[in-house]
């Protein structure tokens, strides 16, 4: 029998009237590497917290070594021996790199910190984590590195005390490459000094490359654990949204409605002459290599760059909005995949931020937060939005549905054209198909979707038609027969010289 | 310069200059002392320096405390009716009790009071997660009527040894002198304790510090704690240059203190600052108070004008502090 060094049985917790995790099982053994995956919300953070001690449940126990673990706080828990290396930093972006390691546990001298012990101290841990602390300068302040750089202190933080076991809650998403290869490095020499790990990523390439067994998680429920030897990527897809996945349907079709909006030649800032017609319900994607003019052709047309040339119309009138505000009142709206920095009012409640496009495109100066919230029901229900309260802060929700809230903003002032810029980054596999769901839905009542993705497989999935960009302009129109992957690549590969 | 690729170049530090936020604070000093100085003629003279030290003296203790309870990310809006209350329940002890011990009892009871003060502002605002600002600004309220009910009009009056003493010397040394050396040496010595990295974590990130597991709570009461003790022997200072006591003695204190902590380089939003800069803080707010007096402005005026320097100092710090390092 496998000897665990941590195991957590049925537990529960819930946050008001939301279960984020519902009677989850899980077990970890001595010296294993043990993936935790599950789309974005599905409770994996809250049940980490459980065990690190962050979180008390309200059901179930947590075993360390066999014992029951009572951690009165997560310093308790630290001292136990589970380190947690949060997703979201736990750093003090105004002290240094080594008060934040030592922070709680500082060598003391003479009722003082011991800054000369406390360097040496820093020291040794860098160096024995090997390539990932590399350049790294004990003295800097956190809030001057770069987000790499204070993952890598993060880490240095829970390996300070020594843990037996450690959580690293998508540790991995923010490092590039070589610092992937270093901390994977890390995590092996760990595993022969027999600590034991629990490690979340979205990544199915890392998953493969280090775990030693995977469990699968959904809607707080625990669903299945694998040997990693034992299963695949599909397999592993499969379990994470409850069911084999069908083939994908070409979904593309050919509409023959009138154009909506007519584009001819639009020019400024990166673009260079584009010119297409958008039909009432048509999905119209834009395809290519990042940064090709796709972002600037959406923010053109939401008046949020500067147009030099070029005319649009919409329904049959000029269409030349000078600002988001005018393009909103025209009925169009736009959605950033980049919802910390162009989105979400953080800190505001999820009404708020699902009827700001609304009120602006309504106008008038007193919203009733009653009719509001009874207004917005139905478009809740249709983005299967998980949440407490709508007077909640939009922070308390899990990334995927911080986006479909983001969605549902565009949507509640019933757009006329919606505009994506790349609206999936970093939302989990779920996600993104209630997501394109809705999209369809929305078609089938003459709304038009500007889509771009990063991901070519969503174009190939959802777009009816593709425009591939490269240098500014549209190189090549997609549809019917040729709108495959492999027409896709050719055609932004082309003169990309 | 080139970078190795794969090696991250060390990004350039924006905090350079309010890393060494308390030079801008000497700086100001400077400016200050060199103006005073030109307006008022025996400035430099020792007897000068030492009285205007023991009139500063009560706001860079008040200040250091306020600059305790700003860098763990809170404020306390009560610290000058804290210092009233010291101010009466020490006079009025003192006169109850009367003679010398009569005012070691009175010490004794106002600096309890002043710390009491503010372990229960910390406690409503930790345990019961108020906010600083309309929880310290209601207690003011409470604390300033609790002045009244002690001694409802200004009088009484302590025996002419405390300020004697105060405005004295020990062993030569002036009396005032040796206060700030202690008041210097100690805010030095907790600058390099844990409950001083701890409290610059709770007001930095909060929520990290709580995951890393301190103690966050307690912390807030100690901050504010230390922060009530701190006015009340501030209030203590005060008696030393006033030696009677006065209802609504304390009541400038309050944003004066604030002011102190910011002009010193502390960031209000908690988890950057120190107290040295909070003492050099009262240091320029009182020698502004001097330039006015001996500039000849018209009373009216000074107010007006005392305000504009203050804006004037503040928005010197951000503007240098703004500059990219």
Known sequence: MAEFALRAAGITRRFGPLVAVDDCSFDLERGEVHALLGSNGCGKSTLCKVM???????????????????????????????????????????????????????????????????RAQTRGLMASVGALAQGLDPAALVGDLPVDRQQIVEILKALALQPRVILFDESTSSLDRSQVDAFFALVRRLKGQA???????????????????????????????????????????????????????????????????QIGGLTGGRLKGVTTALRPGEILGLGGLHGQGQ????????????????????????????????????????????????????????????????????????????????????????????????????????????????????????????????????????????????????????????????????????????????????????????????????AALQSAA | MTTAPGSAPTPPRRFDLRRNSTLLAVGLMVVLVAVNALLQSNFFRPGILLSNLSTFLPLMMIAVGQCYVVLGGSIDLSLGAIVSLVNVIVVVVAETVGGIPGVAVGMVAGLAAGAACGAVNGALIALFRLQAVVTTFATSIIIGGLALMVLPQAGGALPAAYYLTYGGALLGVPFVLIVLGALIGAVVWIAGTRFHTHLLAIGGNRQGAYQTGLPVARLRVQSHALAGLMAAIGALCILGVTGAGDPLMGQAFTLGSVSAVVLGGAALAGGWGSAIGAILGGAILGLINNVIFFANIDYQYQSIVQGVIILLALAAGIFVSRKPG
């Open chain 1, 195 to 261: 600590v034991s790990i629990i490690f979340i990523s979205h990544r199915m390439e890392e998953i493969f490359a280090i775990a030693d067994r995977v469990t699968v998680m959904q809607n707080g429920r625990y669903v299945a654990t694998r040997r990693i030897a034992e299963t695949d990527r599909d397999e592993l897809v499969a379990l994470m949204v409850g069911g084999r996945r069908d083939k994908a349907v070409t979904g593309a079709r050919v509409l023959d409605a009138a154009p909506m909006m």
């Open chain 1, 295 to 490: 972002s600037d052709f959406l923010l053109a047309l939401f008046g949020a760059s500067p147009v030099t040339g070029g005319t649009v119309t919409l329904a049959g009138r000029p269409y030349r909005p000078t600002t988001p505000f005018a393009a909103l009142r025209m009925g169009l709206s736009y959605v950033s995949g980049d919802r910390g920095r162009a989105g979400s009012l953080h800190g505001r409640p999820i009404l708020e931020n699902l009827s700001l496009a609304l009120l602006a495109r309504r106008g008038g100066i007193v919203a009733n937060r009653r009719a509001l919230a009874a207004g917005m029901g139905g478009i809740v229900e249709r983005l299967k939005l998980k949440f407490g309260k709508l007077s909640h802060a939009i922070g308390t929700l899990s990334g995927g549905n911080q986006q479909k809230v983001i969605l549902g903003r565009a949507l509640a002032a019933t757009p006329r054209v919606l505009l994506l810029d790349d609206p999936t980054k970093g939302i989990d596999v779920r996600a993104k198909e209630d997501l394109y769901a809705l999209l369809r839905e929305l078609g089938a009542q003459g709304t038009a979707v500007i889509l771009y993705s990063s991901e070519d497989q969503e174009l190939l999935d959802n777009a009816d038609r593709v425009l591939v960009f490269n240098g500014g302009q549209v190189v090549a129109e997609l549809a019917g027969e040729r709108l495959t992957e492999y027409d896709l690549y050719s």
């Open chain 1, 52 to 118: 690190a001690g962050a979180l008390t449940a309200d059901s179930g126990e947590v075993r360390l070594d066999g014992v029951v673990t009572a951690f009165r706080g997560p310093l308790d828990a630290r001292r136990g021996g589970i380190a947690t290396v949060y997703q979201e930093m736990s750093l003090i972006p105004t002290l240094s790199v080594m008060e934040n390691i030592a922070l709680g546990n500082e060598p003391r001298r003479g009722g003082r910190v011991d800054r000369a012990a406390l």
